[in-house]
Structure formats: structure tokens, C-alpha cells
């Protein structure tokens, strides 16, 4: 397990979100260190968001395009060359460093938040 061996206040969890969105844009990401892919991600009343994900592992541009993805909100943005990535794309990572995307088992609407 990684991260901080400090435990997370309550409000430290609130500021962040966990929300379903709807990939509408997805390109190969050729200035990135990593393999990785730019995304669009359709949060429905939140607005269009973009993030930077390394899963060209197991997901072709076509496997991503309309998938709907469980993602962090409420993050700063970080830059990741010159793209800024505005949302996490959560998933878990195999013993050889692909990452299995976190899925949403039957159509939500674009915003929900994990509850």
C-alpha cells in the first residue's frame, strides 16, 4: 500500500470526488515519458474534463472511446508535458504495471459521485 501513513480527515475525503463520466475524446499521448493516452472525460453538469492515463497496456483508443470511468475530482490540475491533466482515471495496477481500469457495471449519469 502507498501514500501517507497519516489518516485522512473526513473533510480531507469531501474535497475530493469520485464521479462517473463518459470518455468523449481520446488521443495517443506521444510527448509523454510513459505510454499513456489524453483524454476527454463528459462529466455531465461539471463540464468537459481532461486527464492523462498510462493504460495503453490493456486499452486501444477504441476501447476507451465512450466508456464511462470512475474518476478523482476536486484535484488541482498537474501538468504532464505542457497537457494539464485536470482528473484522476482510477483503476488498479497488475503485478506487471498495467492498469485494469475501475468500471461501472450499468450506465450512470454522466457527474454521479460514488456513494
Do not use: N
Request: aromatic share 8%; with cysteine; proline share 4%.
Amino acid at each position: 500500500m502507498t501514500g501517507s501513513t497519516e489518516a485522512a480527515t473526513w473533510a480531507d475525503f469531501e474535497r475530493v470526488a469520485l464521479r462517473a463520466g463518459t470518455i468523449r475524446q481520446v488521443e495517443i499521448f506521444a510527448e509523454a515519458r510513459k505510454p499513456a493516452f489524453k483524454l476527454w472525460i463528459d462529466f455531465g453538469p461539471y463540464g468537459l474534463k481532461q486527464s492523462s492515463a498510462q493504460l495503453t497496456a490493456l486499452y486501444t483508443t477504441e476501447t476507451l472511446m465512450g466508456r464511462q470511468v470512475i474518476c478523482a475530482t476536486g484535484l488541482l490540475p498537474k501538468r504532464v508535458a505542457g497537457f494539464k491533466s485536470e482528473v484522476l482515471v482510477t483503476g488498479f495496477a497488475r503485478e506487471d504495471g498495467a492498469i485494469i481500469l475501475a468500471t461501472i457495471d450499468r450506465a450512470v449519469p454522466d457527474g454521479s459521485p460514488l456513494c
